[in-house]
């Protein structure tokens, strides 16, 4: 039996993108199609959403609006891979340009606690036949976005007298205890929609004051410690993880730790509740896009067997930010998002460290002004030795991966991590904090790795300045031992993170679930 599965989600790679999610979001579904799925995305109308689907028709007028005159479904495909899209026209709360979050001045929209529900509700709309022509078997919601999906799936079917989603005996617990008024019945249990929730990043949570709870339109009693309340306010986010019936997150190593007080955002004693709901499955790379043999965006083309055009990429970028034409100088790059998450205030107190040794740094990034400052100052201190560009630039960050010789993600949490995969497949070597899924994918240069032909990076353990700089001295010395550079360089690029075994992963769970 063919596998109907629903995508929910607020960005898609090229439509719209901030970070990770939206390559997840374009590459999951392409790849679950190849494994036999018959996988669709839902999307709100973002402008850059609208403006890019291919074949946009109508398919549904929508009766609720959260707010707006009027709302609508259109079914379109993704141009390049042809991926079924659902989105959802609402111009009232979707049609603004730029960030989907916030505005010009970077403080989220006031509505977004009903633009998001439109998003949740929607999903639940297509579960329930609103297209006549496709309903999905599975709804995917990934981040606090789409976390409504779950908790409207679940009040339409104990509307019903379907099963709730801790009701079946292996999962029964406190949780299912709290949910025991959903009526089960077992005859129904088999129609039921299967949600699963995808955790991209714990930390934003779509947290809402306690009065925005009626304009969503769920049953009274959802509104509790077992259900979408956090700490007396609204939680988007708790509402996935609370109702859907599997939690997934993007890397083994993040599943265990949001289970702790640590890195568990106030949520790791309901994860830790549901820990045998909950799955890691490390996300992956799209070779299409991110391939150094066929990527246009870079200076020359290279791969593992002929790396000549590598060194090209670096002089075209050294060139491009005005840095020092040199050669053997190691340039170090950063493609980020310019958060607290990513640990970039540490680097930057590194960063006389890479200099002092002859080594150059490149960043690409937007965020925080005070990282903004901090890295601007520090280029035009060294103008030969620091570049920096503000601002999100999808060619310049590929242009950068190619050209650098080590990518620095020296993140506090890093739910997965894409840039260090992408560092790999280039042949920069990644710099990267031992968290997540950084510490799932790149191999550390000890001695004994290097003599196992298992190092790929350079990992430091601690979040301390000290242990930043170690790595970054490890760096250098082994680019002064030009053999084993080149041997762990060819290593990281044979590394095959492709979405084809992730992607089976989640057939597998989707099948455990219809
Ligand atoms: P996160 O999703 O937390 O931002 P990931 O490493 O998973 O981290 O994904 C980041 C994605 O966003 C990568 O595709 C990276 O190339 C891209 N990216 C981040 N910042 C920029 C930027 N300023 N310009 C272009 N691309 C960026
Ligand atoms: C999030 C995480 C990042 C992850 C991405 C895609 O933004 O911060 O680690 O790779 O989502 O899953």
Redesign the pocket.
Known sequence: MTIRVLHVASELYPLL?T???A?VTAALPAALIEQGADARVLLPGFTSVAAGLADLRPVARLSRTFGAPEASLELGRLPGSGVPVYMIRADALYSRPGNPYLDAEQVPYGDNAQRFALLGWAAAQLAQHADPDWAPRIVHAHDWHAGLAAAYLHAAARERGHAGPHSTPPSAGPLSAALADSRFDSRFDSLRTRTVFTI??LAYQGIFPAQQFDMLGLPADFFDMHGVEFYGQLSFLKAGLYFADKITTVSPTYAREIQTVAQGCGLEALLKGRAHDLVGILNGVDYAIWNPAHDDAIAAYYSAARMSGKLRCKTALQARLKLAQRHDAPVFGV???LTE?KGLDLLLGALPEIVARGGQLVV???GDASLEQGFTRAAHQHPDAVAVEL????T??HAIVAGADVMVVPSRFEP????QL?ALAYGALPLVHRVGGLADTVVDTSLENLADGLATGFVFERFEPDALVAAIRRAFALHARSRDWRQTRARGMQQDFGWAASAQRYMALYRELA
């Not at 601002?391 to 999808?394: N, T, W």
């Not at 997965?416 to 840039?419: K, V």
Request: proline fraction near 0%; charged fraction near 20%.
């Open positions: 993108k970070g990770g999610l390559d991209h990043n493609v980020s998002r998450q690409l990034g937007t601002g999100f630039d999808e310049l960050a997965c991590g894409l840039t992408y």
